[in-house]
């Protein structure tokens, strides 16, 4: 049994920062691969940042500059420090993981919502 957990969603204001965490245990191979994805109303889920077991990192544009993901692979844990929100950042936020064998992990998900 695999879990991936996410933490750290809630309402922030409009410019104000938030960090979000992952934490994936249980009987689980190696890490390779991390990610956070996010779904807003009415769209579909659309890749935010991601991870590689290399720190290699990429975003979507509409983040780059103001997302930073990171992770600690020693733990299985992967972080997305979210500044200079905006109202369009609003959504729900879910980690994705992936092991070498290609089995794929997806928490349950954490909104998150932006005041203006």
């Known amino acids: 049994q695999v879990q991936v957990v996410e933490s750290g969603g809630g309402l922030v204001q409009a410019g104000g920062p938030l960090r979000l965490s992952c934490a994936a245990s249980?009987?689980?191979?190696?890490?390779?691969?991390m990610a956070w994805y996010r779904q807003a109303p009415g769209n579909q889920r659309e890749l935010v940042a991601a991870?590689?077991?290399?720190?290699?990192?990429n975003y979507a544009d509409s983040v780059k500059g103001r997302f930073t993901i990171s992770r600690d692979a020693a733990k299985n844990t992967v972080f997305l420090q979210m500044n200079s929100l905006k109202a369009e950042d609003r959504a729900v936020y879910y980690c994705?993981?992936?092991?070498?064998?290609?089995?794929?992990?997806w928490g349950q998900g954490t909104q998150v919502t932006v005041s203006s």
């Open positions: 994705y993981s992936s092991d070498y064998r290609g089995n794929e992990y």
């Open positions: 249980g009987r689980i191979l190696s890490i390779s691969f």
């Open positions: 991870i590689s077991s290399a720190g290699r990192t």
